[in-house]
């Protein structure tokens, strides 16, 4: 893309906004079309600058229908994204309050018929109880709950001190990724213990972990012994037997 064409996209990117930006300025808009882009875009600007970055180098950003029309269905997805997190923890919230209704063998029963009562596995109704469980009792904020169930339920799987982290790091937001909580998940210890810094040795760790291999090492080395006179006395058994001697099978 031209550079020309990169300051064409962006002053029509602006000029979106313009009316909304200038209260003083007035805009005879013709097309309603144009009015809406105007509004969605005042009320979510990161989406447009998106759109220019998502789509630099083509005509789209200068495609005011186009834009429109991501912006439109970026709008709806984010509502039923909502609406697909009140769905999954109102689900979590019901079975929750069957469990309390049944006997522990009518519950274990309901279990092992799950997929035949309802539309999901026994394993993902044990993620939305958990998950349920984990916003209600105050773990994750109903309002910082993922829209995906499956990455609300990794955030279920942090330790304490993982999950401090976590918040720290500004990683309990609706948009969260399930990568990016599996990652934290592998930095840091559930026990909270710190990793040494990159390019550090932790010696006293190392230490440790030789001396568990050591040990580690001698048992192996015993049971490899054992093998080997096992199979020595087995390859003696296994010799021709000796010219007149008879073959003594016990």
């Known amino acids: 893309m031209s550079a020309a064409a990169g300051k064409r996209s962006k002053a029509a990117l602006k000029a979106f906004l313009a009316a909304e930006e200038d209260p003083a300025t007035e805009v005879v808009v ?18 447009l600058q998106a759109i220019r970055e998502v ?8 495609d005011q229908e186009k834009v429109r029309r991501i912006l439109r269905t970026r709008s709806e997805i984010q509502r039923e994204w909502g609406d ?9 919230r019901a079975l929750i309050s069957l469990e309390a209704e049944l006997t522990k063998g009518e519950f274990a029963r309901l279990r092992h018929g799950t997929e035949r009562l309802f539309p999901f596995s026994d394993a993902t109704a044990t993620q939305l109880r958990q998950i349920a469980r984990a916003v209600d009792g105050g773990r994750i904020p109903a309002t910082a709950c993922p829209g995906s169930y499956g ?32 990652q934290l998940r592998r930095e840091v210890p559930a026990d909270g213990a710190e990793a040494p810094p990159p390019g550090r040795l932790d010696r006293t760790r190392l230490r440790e ?29 296994l010799s021709p037997v000796i010219e007149g001697e008879a073959e003594t099978v016990g």
């Open 30 to 47: 013709v097309d309603p079309r144009a009015a809406e882009l105007r509004s969605l875009g005042a009320e979510d600007p990161a989406a």
């Open 55 to 62: 789509f630099a180098g083509t005509s789209l950003p200068d």
């Open 84 to 92: 697909a997190r009140d769905s999954f923890l109102a689900i979590g």
């Open 151 to 182: 990455t609300a339920y990794q955030i279920t799987l942090l330790s304490e001190p993982q999950l401090r982290v976590a918040r720290e790091r500004g990683l309990i937001r609706p948009d969260v990724t399930r990568r990016e909580i599996m």
């Open 209 to 237: 972990e030789r001396a568990r291999l050591g040990e580690r090492r001698a048992r192996l080395a015993e049971e490899l012994a054992a093998v080997e006179r096992r199979i020595a006395q087995i390859d003696e058994l």
